[in-house]
Nanobody, 123 residues
C-alpha cells in the first residue's frame, strides 16, 4: 500500500502565503509525476500544478507566477508554495501521485490520492 499525507492547509488573509507538503509512504519503487489538485465548494476538482520525477513542471493558467511546485525525491515529498493568495484560491487541496509499487506478483502502477487539506483565504 502507498499513502499520501498532506499538511500545511490553514486560514490565511488575502495576500498571504502558505506552503503545502505531501509525503508519500509505503511500498514505493518509484514516484513518477506528482501533482496538486484543488476543489472549491460547488466546483469540479482541477489540476493546479504537477511535477515529473525529472522536475519538469506544469501549472494551471490561473496560478502561473503565483504558485510554485517542487519535490524532494529523497524524502518522497512534493511541495506547493502559494503566494499572493486570493479568496478564489480557497479550496480543499489534494495531492496526487503516479506510483510504482510492489505486489506479490511483481511491480504495479497506481494512482494515489491524499485525503486533502483545506486552504481558506479570507480576511
Amino acid at each position: 500500500q502507498v499513502q499520501l499525507v498532506e499538511s500545511g492547509g490553514d486560514l490565511v488573509q488575502p495576500g498571504g502565503s502558505l506552503r503545502l507538503s505531501c509525503a508519500a509512504s509505503g511500498s514505493i519503487v518509484r514516484l513518477n509525476t506528482m501533482g496538486w489538485y484543488r476543489q472549491a465548494p460547488g466546483k469540479q476538482r482541477e489540476l493546479v500544478a504537477s511535477i515529473t520525477s525529472g522536475r519538469s513542471t506544469t501549472y494551471a493558467d490561473s496560478v502561473k507566477g503565483q504558485f510554485t511546485i517542487s519535490r524532494d525525491n529523497a524524502k518522497n515529498t512534493v511541495y506547493l508554495q502559494m503566494n499572493s493568495l486570493k479568496p478564489e484560491d480557497t479550496a480543499v487541496y489534494y495531492c496526487n501521485a503516479a506510483v510504482v509499487t510492489t505486489t506479490a506478483f511483481g511491480y504495479r502502477s497506481l494512482e494515489v490520492w491524499g485525503q486533502g487539506t483545506l486552504v481558506t483565504v479570507s480576511s
